[in-house]
């Protein structure tokens, strides 16, 4: 099946700091990527709509400035997470939608998720 | 408004026992249902969409448009079902999904 990764899989920062979060769809290709936030034993949330070669849609209540996503390949999407403060930390997940004519059609698929703790 | 609703966020069971978790949503369109999984400590990953209609680890799903409604069924639970079941909708012409709270299932030996 398809195959969402995601780097680094735990991350410790600074306050202050940046830390940049990498979605890679590894055997198929994805213009469309998503960006989520889970919180402990609860759901989803999703943050922005990263489309390949444009801006990201960001969720309403999530800050643009603080959570920049760049979609520069079919294959690649990035979250970074800029002055991040300990209320920032989180697991971080993204996905990506199967396109038509690829595997799963329609099926999102998921990254193994990133957790971020900032100190 | 676009919503996915989980009533239950934890539903425990004893195994062998029958299961049923509750999934309505609210689409002004016709869209596309599905159920996704997460085992413990693993990534999310699709268990099953309405449109295949399959059966999965012994789950079934059917979609009930008159009630809204997309329950997740299993007749008799296993220990290893034990996971975070998320219900999820994608819209019509739209890539963007929408996921229900999720309810934490928890099989009892």
């Known amino acids: 099946g398809a195959v969402v990764s995601q780097h680094p899989s735990r991350v410790i920062c600074k306050s202050g700091t940046s830390v940049k979060i990498e979605c890679r769809s590894l055997?198929?290709?994805?213009?469309?990527m998503f960006w989520y936030r889970q919180f402990p034993k609860q759901s989803l949330m999703l943050m922005a709509t990263?489309?390949?070669?444009?801006?990201?849609?960001?969720e309403q209540g999530v800050e643009k400035d603080k959570f920049l996503i760049n979609h520069a390949s079919l294959t690649l999407s990035t979250l970074t997470v800029t002055s991040a403060h300990p209320e920032d930390s989180s697991f971080y997940i993204c996905?990506?939608?199967?396109?038509?004519?690829?595997?799963?059609?329609?099926?999102?698929?998921f990254g193994e998720g990133s957790r971020l703790t900032v100190l | 408004a676009q919503r996915v609703t989980q009533p239950e966020k934890l539903l425990s069971v004893f195994k062998g026992a029958p299961v049923e978790l509750k999934c309505n949503y609210s689409?002004?369109?016709?869209?596309?249902l599905f159920w996704y999984v997460q085992y413990s400590r693993q990534r999310l990953q699709l268990l099953l969409r309405?449109?295949s209609r399959e059966s999965i680890k012994g789950f079934t799903a059917d979609l009930n448009k008159g009630e809204t409604s997309f329950h997740l069924k299993k007749p008799f639970a296993q220990e290893e079902d034990s996971a975070m079941y998320y219900c999820?909708?994608?819209?019509?012409?739209?890539?963007?999904?929408?996921f229900g709270t999720g309810t934490r299932l928890k099989v009892l030996a």
């Open positions: 996905s990506a939608r199967g396109l038509a004519g690829g595997p799963g059609i329609g099926e999102l698929f």
């Open positions: 999820a909708l994608s819209g019509t012409g739209t890539y963007k999904y929408i």
């Open positions: 689409y002004s369109g016709s869209p596309e």
């Open positions: 990263s489309n390949e070669g444009s801006k990201a849609t960001y």
């Open positions: 055997d198929f290709q994805a213009t469309t």
């Open positions: 309405h449109i």
